[in-house]
């Protein structure tokens, strides 16, 4: 019986995503009520009370449909450092271009940026975990810094880049990105057991190695970023792949 109530519950959810998915397309998303969304998907309001308190938490429930159907075709974890992944995002967005471009109008708009942030935010954040676990290290400025400005760079050049009607190829989009935001640029340290006192004294001899042994501890997690020529830009052959 659990089970069927599981996949009633997965049917009844789907039927609301996709309806107020129409609907967005139709009509955008401020003016839209439950009982439009409730109409469309051929259900009653009680029944969207029984799973959302709000069409807000709805359009999360989109949102996030739409970011695991993205991330499930890689592993379930988005690499951000990975030039054909990232190219892949822009290609994503350019396929649901008329859904993110109403959803950036309007004042309901905001509930939908508030949350795809909250949404990205939590998956950079596990990519950025990830490095910190394979490296051995950590980052030199605050994570919680790190994670929401990461995410807010990626979305916001996504979104205006659909604002200008995408005036460069998603291949494009993505080199330009990562020759700003590659894993490679961060603020780096590799973890280590010397004592503090000790590596006060030696702060000064590492300070000259520290940007170099950043790279390199870098590049062996994501060898990728080794395809990047000694101007930032990828190579016209990689470019080929």
């Known amino acids: 019986m659990a089970r069927k109530d599981d996949r009633r519950i997965q049917r009844t959810r789907k039927a609301l995503r996709d309806a107020l998915h129409s609907l967005v397309l139709d009509r955008g998303y401020d003016d839209l ?3 439009d969304i409730t109409d469309k998907a051929n259900l009653g309001r009680a029944t969207f009370y029984l799973h959302y308190r709000e069409k807000d938490e709805l359009l999360e429930d989109l949102l996030r449909e739409f970011s695991e159907s993205f991330a499930q075709r890689y592993g379930s974890k988005v690499n951000y450092a990975d030039r054909k992944v ?15 471009r109403i959803m950036t109008i309007g004042k309901g708009g905001l509930a939908g940026i508030r949350k795809l942030r909250a949404i990205l935010q939590e998956s950079y954040s596990q990519f950025l975990d990830g490095i910190e676990a394979e490296a051995g290290g950590k980052f030199g400025v605050p994570r919680d810094f790190l994670d929401s400005y990461q995410a807010n760079a990626i979305m916001n050049t996504i979104f205006l880049w659909l604002e200008q009607d995408m005036p460069y190829p998603p291949a494009e989009m993505a080199d330009m990105y990562l020759k700003l935001a590659s894993p490679a640029r961060l603020p780096f340290s590799v973890s280590s057991d010397e004592p503090v006192i000790d590596k006060q004294k030696a702060k000064n001899n590492k300070a000259s ?28 052959e990689d470019k080929k792949e």
Request: negative net charge; without cysteine.
């Open 86 to 100: 990232v190219q892949a995002m822009f290609e994503y967005a350019e396929n649901h271009y008329d859904f993110y």
């Open 209 to 236: 190695k520290q940007a170099a042994a950043t790279e390199q501890t870098l590049a062996e997690v994501y060898p990728q970023a080794e395809k990047e020529n000694t101007n930032g830009f990828v190579d016209a």
């Open 33 to 35: 009520s439950v009982q």
